[in-house]
């Protein structure tokens, strides 16, 4: 199996691993460097990695302000536990992008909000 692993450039990277740990109702761990964590489901599957803007000298992760964070890219999270999600979500921000809503070409409820670092995280349950 070949899996696709998303590393976005973050501010902080402990703060954001806690961010998108308690928006998705996952253990709390700790990133293993202050540069670089691996947010993994519950069955170990590495959902999203946090990159240290500025660290190891990968061009596009040099500096937020070479291009806005997000530019682009959306991080979309399909999870069997979208009502938690959402509770977590209204704690975590002062409001949702898109308030919860019936997507009509999954049949599935979703909902968007900002991270820290500004990027646009979309929630889809999978049912």
Same mark, same amino acid.
């Given at each position: 199996?070949?899996?696709?692993?998303?590393?976005?450039?973050?501010?902080?990277?402990?703060?954001?691993?806690?961010?998108?740990?308690?928006? =998705? $109702?996952? &253990? #709390?761990?700790? @990133?293993?460097?202050?540069?670089?964590?691996?947010?993994?489901? *519950? !069955?170990?599957?590495?959902?999203?990695?946090?990159?240290?803007?500025?660290?190891?000298?990968?061009?596009? =992760? $040099?500096? &937020? #302000?070479?291009? @806005?964070?997000?530019?682009?890219?959306?991080?979309?999270?399909? *999870? !069997?536990?979208?009502?938690?999600?959402?509770?977590?979500?209204?704690?975590?921000?002062?409001?949702?992008?898109?308030?919860?809503?019936?997507?009509?070409?999954?049949?599935?409820?979703?909902?968007?909000?900002?991270?820290? !670092?500004?990027?646009?995280?979309?929630?889809?349950?999978?049912?």
């Amino acid at each position: 199996m070949i899996r696709t692993w998303t590393i976005i450039g973050v501010k902080d990277v402990r703060s954001s691993f806690r961010w998108y740990q308690r928006l =998705l $109702a996952l &253990p #709390e761990t700790e @990133p293993h460097h202050d540069y670089f964590g691996q947010i993994v489901d *519950t !069955d170990g599957e590495v959902l999203l990695c946090l990159h240290s803007w500025g660290e190891h000298d990968h061009p596009s =992760l $040099a500096s &937020p #302000e070479n291009a @806005p964070p997000g530019n682009g890219l959306l991080l979309f999270f399909r *999870t !069997d536990n979208y009502e938690t999600a959402l509770a977590n979500a209204r704690t975590i921000v002062d409001h949702l992008d898109e308030e919860p809503g019936l997507n009509p070409a999954t049949g599935t409820m979703e909902f968007a909000l900002r991270d820290p !670092d500004g990027y646009y995280v979309h929630i889809s349950a999978t049912k």
